[in-house]
């Protein structure tokens, strides 16, 4: 079965196929990062116009490069919930109109529930630009998913495909968005998460000792208080006080005496953040011993992660490529396949975006009338 996923909900468009939803036949992604690299994050009305730019001629190339006509095409998967309205309006429209034209069964599917089925696309087809290498195998149930990316931190556990619940989740900011704002805040580019993780390597995790923030649920996390950490930490290192506003920092930061100051931050702050979502995953293994673990999601994609979280498994894990951590559509028309064994498709006529709506409260969730 050949599903046709597009995403489109914050800065990238992007549509890809793949068949019995492991197999990777095409995986198209523009990324808007340059056009919102100016103004230091995403600017949403900016990105929707992109997104209609584009959004055609993504999903004409992701059929051309996995070799598809139309008709190869089984049903259409398209990312409804969370994200930004008017970038979630381009994908549904376009889906819902291709959908309706050509009489494919439509499904709507949640992009953070999405991210984890990035690890099930174990299979290359021969299309071009796929990645190098993907897992060698599916995970298996009970599988203990820690999604991180720029939105959201949560672990959960699925018994099977659907049935999940949530074991915790931050209580404030997302560990993309501390990567976001740190990053910001001593002046390296946007996105934050790959510029962060750059200039670790050339500094000490263990110049400065920040905190794990203590939260009342076991499995939640806590990332503002630790950004508040490191930007006094910064005032005080460049010598001005907590009055001193966190948009004017870079440039005291690029003149501080200690020229190993940004590299420093970084790596302390990567070091801390990552340990975080490490120790809370590793009671999560311990207390429900799940079959597999997985990663998910933008922050997937930091090489600290995985090397901690490896070291800390007493199994083996397999990480999916990079290219399928952060947003695509690869992840999405996966998880349609297997919604599409037990889910009415959507109308395309009424599907309608869900533009703040958490992980579990899905109509594909078992736990949703529950929460
Ligand atoms: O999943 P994603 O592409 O978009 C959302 O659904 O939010 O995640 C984007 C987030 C951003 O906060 C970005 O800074 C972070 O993922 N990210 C990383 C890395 N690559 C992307 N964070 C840490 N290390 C990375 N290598
Ligand atoms: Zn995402």
Request: glycine share 8%; hydrophobic share 40%.
């Amino acid at each position: 079965m050949k599903i046709l996923g597009i995403e489109s909900s914050c800065d990238e468009t992007a549509a890809a196929v793949v068949e019995d939803g492991v197999r990777l036949l095409s995986n198209v992604i523009n990324s808007q990062i340059d056009i919102h690299a100016v103004y230091g994050g995403v600017i949403p009305e900016v990105a929707a116009r992109s997104h209609i730019e584009v959004i055609l001629p993504v999903i004409d190339e992701a059929l051309e490069r996995a070799n598809c006509t139309w008709d190869d095409i089984d049903a259409i998967g398209v990312t409804y919930a969370p994200g930004l309205v008017g970038s979630l309006l381009i994908g549904s429209l376009a889906a819902r109109t291709i959908a309706f034209l050509r009489q494919k069964p439509l499904y709507a599917v949640h992009h953070v529930e999405g991210h984890v089925y990035a690890n099930f696309l174990t299979q290359l087809g021969n299309g071009t630009s796929l990645p190098q290498s993907v897992p060698k195998l599916e995970p298996k149930f009970p599988l203990l998913a820690l999604i991180v990316s720029g939105g959201h931190s949560q672990l959960a556990l699925f018994q099977g495909h659907g049935d999940y619940r949530l074991l915790g989740q931050t209580q404030d900011d997302a560990v993309g968005e501390a990567f976001d704002k740190v990053a910001k805040m001593i002046g390296l580019p946007y996105p934050g998460g790959p510029s962060i993780a750059k200039a670790a390597e050339g500094g000490d995790p263990r110049a400065y000792q920040f905190p794990i923030a203590k939260v009342a649920g076991e499995y939640d996390f806590s990332f503002s208080g630790l950004k508040t950490a490191v930007l006094r930490t910064v005032q005080r290192e460049t010598g001005v006080d907590h009055t001193f506003p966190s948009h004017e920092l870079p440039g005291r930061v690029s003149q501080a005496s200690n020229r190993n100051l940004q590299a420093d931050i970084a790596a302390s702050f990567q070091y801390i953040a990552i340990k975080t979502l490490v120790q809370r995953t590793i009671k999560a293994y311990h207390e429900h011993s799940p079959a597999s673990v997985v990663i998910a999601g933008g922050v997937a994609a930091n090489t600290e992660l995985r090397a901690q979280l490896s070291q800390a498994l007493p199994i083996d894990i397999e990480y999916a490529p990079i290219s399928l951590c952060t947003d695509n559509a690869a992840m999405i028309a996966s998880l349609t396949y297997y919604m599409s064994q037990s889910v009415k498709p959507s109308d395309p006529l009424s599907l309608d975006i869900l533009p703040s709506i958490s992980m579990s409260k899905t109509a594909w969730a078992t736990d949703s009338l529950s929460v």
